[in-house]
């Protein structure tokens, strides 16, 4: 006799068991109204839930699951909606980044645990992205993408309001005297109009942008608005394909290939994203054992022009962007840098998707050849004062400051600067370069959104709109300036940045790629000497992120987590 043959889908492990085992898994999903026929062997499909009324970018995610189990039924399927950690990100206090390590791991346990055959992904508010294609990724199942959508434009007395770049630029405005505080607040209904993600190219509509050009969703689902029949649709169309994709066992790592992250960095730079894909790519591959570095984003994408006048560096937003084309508009526009032949979600190469795909609007989407801003990718610096690796975003700086030699301001951590960025008497001028520590993965901890630091009064009043900012922490995808990002190591571990002071003088360089405190060997020795490491966190989460925390060059996240555990089922539970 030969061993007893292996059940065609994972699922059947649960649901196709004789005896008492059988009776348990299938006895208490049948108090659902399920009949008998649902465990016969069909596709059982997670839908994988961020909804919260703690996520607000995410509150259309119940209505959307409904259209997503609609496919699923319609195409032979078996839908089972659960919910994960969701991480608001306007909300949660110290930073949502802090939980993106954890909310991964809910999801790859979510999956492991369960009698799942395929996954769809429901992602939309900054780190349900990266958090849900991490765990998933750890897993492997065949899995589908679908972002809920960004909210409809922000328009206040007539103009349109950005989300996130509609607060910074506001805010100066009080701070500089030319707004009053109630318009201020007044403003505040004027921008999230609906449900949905931020409607500018902030992080949220970066990362739903990088799961259509990495192929893990059907095509368009970067720019549909949260709120358009046309997102419900998508959402129907994503529930039949995945019941198509478990019979095609196309599974995650068959997808997210070294040419489906080479085409994501390389739209990344096309649309203006935000910086945080860096962090969120480089640990995304880490999981599903794809080579990829820090400077693959210089290689690969520095050099690429934007085509997407968008906010927060242009002037429309997402729901323009849908209207013009969308994604797959600006990926048929630069086809000559992509590799085409790269598999995507719906069973068809990234080429075949985007072959035929029409721009209805030269002002939002410009042509390659005229483009909205020449050179616009990520640039990755190097120097004594970032050895592993820094980033700037070149086309939200000043140009006249992205070659230029200033005098260190410093602020020791995040309450410092509080205090002192608003007094008259800070010795600080435009030449002057901010530097602020502290503020990185192990030292905030979580790596907090707070490297665009604000300006001081003093120079806003003059018109002074942008100096140099350079700090361990992360950026909003909606902020902008000369801000270089992502310092590693940290000053919390005891990188560079931890010993600069007040007084000292800093280059930055991006053309030469090169951030340097020119500060002696000898000094900054000394200085290094009498640095003091910060105490580790007591317990908890806390203190198991801040022992185990990856620096930002290799994409903050845990080392224990790197790579994936697979789908292998668990022993039984009785
Ligand atoms: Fe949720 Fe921007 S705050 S998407």
Redesign the pocket.
């Known amino acids: 006799m030969g061993s007893p043959k292996k059940p065609s889908r994972r699922s059947q492990e649960w649901f196709g068991r004789e005896g008492k085992q059988g009776f348990y898994y299938r006895s208490w999903l049948k108090s659902l109204g399920l009949p008998h026929e649902m465990f016969d062997g069909r596709p059982v499909i997670g839908i994988c839930n961020t909804w919260s009324e703690l996520?607000?970018?995410n509150a259309s995610f119940r209505e959307l699951a409904e259209h997503v189990k609609r496919g699923v039924y319609e195409a032979g399927g078996f839908p089972l909606e659960f919910p994960v950690m969701s991480l608001?990100?306007?909300q949660v206090r110290p930073t949502a980044m802090l939980w993106r390590n954890l909310a991964s791991m809910d999801v790859e346990e979510s999956i492991r645990a369960n009698p799942l055959d395929g996954v769809v992904l429901l992602m939309?508010?900054?780190k349900t992205t990266p958090s849900l294609l991490m765990g998933a990724a750890s897993v492997d199942l065949p899995t589908i993408g679908l972002s809920g959508g960004a909210s409809l434009s922000g328009n206040w007395r007539g103009c349109p309001v950005g989300?996130?770049t509609g607060v910074i630029q506001m805010s100066e405005m009080v701070r500089a005297g030319e707004l009053s505080q109630r318009d201020f607040v007044e403003a505040e209904a004027s921008m999230q109009r609906s449900k949905g993600?931020?409607m500018t190219m902030?992080?949220?509509s970066t990362m739903a942008s990088m799961v259509e050009a990495l192929g893990m969703s059907l095509p368009e689902n970067a720019a549909i608005p949260a709120v358009d029949a046309r997102r419900f649709r998508l959402a129907h169309l994503t529930g039949r394909r995945i019941v198509e994709m478990v019979k095609e066992d196309l599974r995650m790592s068959r997808i997210l290939t070294r040419d489906a992250f080479e085409n994501a960095i390389k739209t990344n730079a096309t649309i203006g994203g935000s910086t945080n894909a860096v962090i969120h790519l480089l640990a995304l591959a880490g999981r599903i054992g794809v080579p990829l570095s820090l400077d693959d984003w210089d290689r690969l994408g520095s050099r690429l022009p934007c085509l997407v006048n968008l906010k927060p560096s242009g002037e429309y937003l997402m729901e323009d962007f849908y209207y013009a084309g969308g994604l797959p508009a600006v990926l048929r526009e630069i086809s000559e840098h992509l590799a085409l032949d790269a598999l995507t979600a719906n069973g068809r190469t990234l080429g075949e998707n985007i072959a035929d795909a029409p721009c209805w609007n030269r002002d939002v989407i410009r042509p390659l050849a005229e483009p909205f801003k020449p050179e616009a990718g990520i640039a990755v610096l190097h120097g004594n004062l970032a050895p592993n690796g820094a980033v700037i975003k070149p086309s939200a700086a000043s140009p006249q400051l992205l070659q230029h030699r200033g005098r260190a301001v410093v602020f020791e951590n995040i309450e410092e600067l509080k205090a002192r960025i608003d007094d008259e008497a800070l010795d600080i001028d435009e030449t002057c370069v901010m530097v602020l520590k502290n503020c990185g993965p192990r030292g905030y901890p979580g790596m907090a959104e707070v490297g665009n630091m604000p300006l001081p009064p003093k120079l806003l009043k003059r018109g002074i709109t942008d100096i140099i900012r350079i700090s361990d922490a992360r950026m909003s995808g909606?902020a902008y300036g000369t801000v270089v990002l992502h310092v590693s190591p940290e000053a919390a571990a005891g990188g560079t940045l931890a010993l600069v002071r007040n007084g000292d003088f800093i280059e930055l360089d991006v053309p030469n790629r090169r951030l340097h405190l020119d500060v002696p060997e000898e000094e900054l020795a000394q200085r290094r000497a009498e640095w003091k490491a910060p105490a580790s966190p007591a317990r908890g989460w806390t203190k198991l992120y801040v022992d185990h925390v990856q620096q930002a060059h290799l994409g903050a996240d845990l080392d224990i987590l790197v790579g994936g555990s697979g789908d292998e089922v668990g022993r039984d539970s009785h």
Request: charged share 10%.
């Open positions: 996520t607000p970018c608001g990100e306007t939309g508010c900054d989300s996130g993600s931020c902030g992080t949220a909606t």
